[in-house]
């Protein structure tokens, strides 16, 4: 049985659903598949040749997506990231097999979150404003795009939602806050299920906003599939992305009464702030994370079994991880990202993280880091998978760790430890 | 621009902007009973018109009495009308 310390509220949160909208495809299964056969999502993105200034010509793009199935009184407040989380979120709920009425149940609630309002929009907005500071051609949605709330808004008006929604905005360890902050609220038996996790749509505004940090890669533009290449010693930053990971979070007993499969638990969470680095990464804080998070679920390090990694392959980040990992889980737990196949999915990025670990563990198999040939001194030191590794894996760490100095990292069981 | 032209664009704008089945572009039909609009697409087919041409209809008070398309037709038609014989033009 699982000690827990005593100021951790009592209810067990279980994961019953996966849904998800990334590069390498618009549901759970092309996902998966994609990542065990090694496939990447990054691109070249010729549009960006169109910005000044800008280095980095690729990034990681949702294929097309067929919205049409969203009803369009629905669809006309939504951006592509709100599109995005309702085609994810529907997935997962019907992964879960959860009925109608149980999601609009007012103990369902959601908690989603991206790290702006839509971007696309807003240029949108104020191209139409600048010539002569008009609102002529502003529309009555548009707003409901722009808003920090917007995934979330759009996401419970589409599903039906009448409990909780809960729109957290963390940049890149969103969707990693979203599920932990989730999985707390049902813990303190707030709401009974979740609908938690994160999205983004890529704008040149993301790429520029690392570019002009000199985190975003520039060597690689004319062989995109090269990069990222988080760990590598011939890494040089990170490809942006776009997304949503949505999974449905339950109590243990509303789950166990209604029969529902359980694919995971979340055993801990942790949400730390890294009050001296808002732009660069910082070993000691990411420890001070990654302790929490497993001091919350009451394992010990040994316990886990996989951590699926920030990673962005950044020159620092990836350093300042592996230093930490190496601290907290010791030299030995395997370790990989998933960058590599998606490039960097911002506010989705957690979210995705934790679906593809859970489906690592459900079919024990890890996937190891795309485009890490050789690793840098440091990060070599780490058990990092160069290959598709049948490993049975009953506990995970899942890392996300964001511009703004907030850090996070979950801990999840694919299965009742106690079982 | 001749009368069937400007009904033209509009019957496309709407198909565009509304997502309607073009065969439900009749002039009598009714933009909230037939074709389901509600009161921000009312706001929105403003928008629309006044970008396609250069019309000013969110100040413009006959914009209230507007039932059906053939409506939307005879107004967008009408302020262009006026203004393009607007003296000073």
Same mark, same amino acid.
């Given at each position: ?95 879960? %097999? ?14 989603? %979150? ?128 776009? %997304? ?176 | ?89």
């Amino acid at each position: 049985m699982i000690s827990r310390r005593p100021s951790i509220p009592t209810r067990r949160v279980v994961v019953t659903g996966l849904g998800a909208v990334s590069p390498l495809g618009t549901d759970v299964p092309t996902l998966w598949q994609a990542l065990v056969e090694g496939r990447t999502g990054v691109r070249a993105w010729p549009a960006l040749a169109e910005v000044r200034g800008l280095h980095c010509r690729v990034a990681a793009l949702v294929p097309d997506v067929d919205a049409r199935g969203i009803d369009r009184k629905k669809r006309r407040y939504m951006s592509q990231m709100s599109i995005f989380a309702t085609l994810a979120a529907r997935e997962a709920l019907a992964n879960a %097999g959860l009925t109608d009425a149980q999601v609009r149940h007012e103990r369902t609630g959601v908690c989603v %979150g991206s790290t702006v309002g839509s971007t696309i929009e807003t240029e949108e907005f104020f191209r139409g404003m600048s010539p002569g500071r008009s609102i002529e051609q502003l529309k009555s949605t548009h707003f409901f795009k722009v808003m920090n709330s917007s995934c979330a808004a759009n996401l419970a008006q589409a599903l039906g939602i009448s409990g909780r929604a809960v729109a957290p905005s963390a940049a890149c360890a969103t969707g990693t806050i979203a599920v932990g902050l989730g999985a707390e609220c049902i813990a303190a038996g707030k709401q009974d299920v979740m609908i938690c996790g994160g999205a983004d749509e890529l704008h040149p505004l993301g790429i520029g906003v690392f570019d002009a940090l000199e985190a975003a890669s520039r060597s690689y533009n004319d062989r995109p599939e090269e990069t990222p290449r988080p760990f590598d010693k011939d890494r040089d930053g990170i490809i942006c992305g776009e %997304g949503a990971g949505m999974v449905v979070l339950e109590s243990l007993e509303h789950a166990q009464l209604r029969g529902a499969r359980v694919l995971g638990e979340i055993l801990g969470f942790a949400l730390t702030s890294a009050p001296d680095a808002i732009a660069s990464p910082s070993a000691h804080a990411i420890v001070q994370c990654l302790t929490t998070a497993l001091a919350e679920s009451g394992l010990s390090s040994d316990r886990v079994d996989h951590v699926n990694a920030h990673a962005t392959g950044t020159i620092q980040g990836d350093e300042a991880e592996c230093l930490a990992i190496e601290q907290v889980l010791g030299r030995d737990v395997p370790v990989s990202s998933l960058k590599g196949h998606m490039g960097h999915t911002m506010a989705a990025s957690g979210a995705l993280a934790l679906i593809a670990t859970l489906l690592m563990m459900r079919n024990g198999l890890l996937v190891p880091t795309r485009n890490l040939r050789e690793p840098d001194e440091v990060c070599g030191r780490l058990r990092l998978l160069r290959e598709v590794e049948p490993l049975p894996v009953t506990v995970a760490m899942v890392n996300s760790f964001a511009l703004g100095g907030m850090n996070s990292a979950v801990v999840v069981s694919g299965r009742l430890l106690d079982e | 621009m001749n009368d069937a032209q400007v009904i033209e664009i509009i019957n496309r704008s709407l198909v565009d902007e509304f997502e309607l089945d073009p065969d439900r572009l009749k002039p009598d039909a009714r933009l909230i009973e037939d074709l389901g609009f509600d009161s921000l697409d009312y706001v929105d087919l403003v928008v629309v018109l006044q970008k396609a041409f250069g019309v000013n209809l969110r100040e413009e008070p006959r914009i209230r009495e507007v039932r059906t398309l053939g409506d939307v037709h005879r107004l967008v038609i009408t302020l262009k009308r006026e203004l393009e014989t607007q003296p000073g033009r």
